[in-house]
């Protein structure tokens, strides 16, 4: 079964048992009003190399741009290949929040599709989606995307069962059988929030639906594409050959290698990008969706996604909107986090978390990054 990564400050960290191996490959912009620190890659080298992290790939926004880039170790540790910027990486549950903006963009084009309406207006199953203790109460997209709909967090599945590298069968024929068992459900929906990877990927299934267009393809053509972040795909085999050269391999916590897999349910985790690439993401919802100075993303949609905190965590403390996510699965993990005003940072990795203490890391780094980036 899936980890979940907890979805708050301080970060939570991916380590492996590996000894990091440095690698200098760093871009900084020269100046963007607050200095990147000179000793930036020296001190991602000591964190990672003092817990066994095969790389870690870091980016800096301030004003929704990115202004340094700072990756560190290994991307393929049996291959000796270095990691680099435009090192792919999986995302685990940064995807989430892809899928709320999907829902919004989708929301934004064809109003008829409602936050509170009922998923069988979209779905049309025969019989229709229902809690089977409470078959009366509605399932809503905002119940999916809010993790309040009483869907269990995983199927039964993990690594060891994973169809390698892609999903082997489409989000319906996953998800219609696996929602027909009882054991696929918990509390009341809309009662109370359990975290649910079904959940979201039942959310992508009725934008699906709706758009009458798979989900992959419309991210592509609705946020992808747009944003140019041509190096973001869902499905390994999306990539291009020299891209998946570029795939940081994930590794285990004793630093063995995985085998690129995927996973059925793939909206709630299984997306891939760079730091720069998903970098114009966060400077693109920063900005209201503008980037490069055009309007990239409708505003309105936009503006609903972080209204509503759709698959995104929000920090209502302060006057500035801070947005958050993070996540783990097998080998990788990522964490990013932005202001309304531009400033954020994002890391992408190819370990796995331990269960031990990693309070001093996590604080370090979020320390290092945070600053970095005024947030602090």
Partial sequence: MRAVFAESLPVLLLLGSLAATGCDDSDAAPDAGLPVP????EQLDRLIAENGVPSISVGILRDGALVSTVTRGLADVEGDRPATP????GLASCSKPVVGLATALLIDEQPAVDLDGDVNDWLEWDPPL???EHPGVPITLRML????AGITSDSDDDYDTYPKPDPDV???GFLRPLLAEPASWVGRPGAREDYSNLGIAL???VVERAAGMDFRRFCEARIFDPLQMSDTRWFYGDLSSEQHARHAI???LDGEPYEIY????YPSGLLRSTVPDFARLMGALAGGGRLDGAQVLPAAAVRLFHDEALAIVADEDGPLGVFEHSGSEAGVGAYFVYRTDGAGYLFMMNGELDDGPLDAFELALDDLLGAAAGLY
């Avoid at 000179?38 to 890659?41: F, G, V, Y």
């Fill in 38 to 41: 000179a000793d930036l890659a």
């Fill in 170 to 172: 489409d989000l319906e």
């Fill in 86 to 89: 435009e090192t792919i990486y």
């Fill in 262 to 265: 995927g996973f059925n349910d």
């Fill in 250 to 252: 994930p590794h285990d």
């Fill in 130 to 132: 229902a809690h089977p």
């Fill in 203 to 205: 959310a992508a299934l």
């Fill in 145 to 148: 995307l809010r993790h309040t």
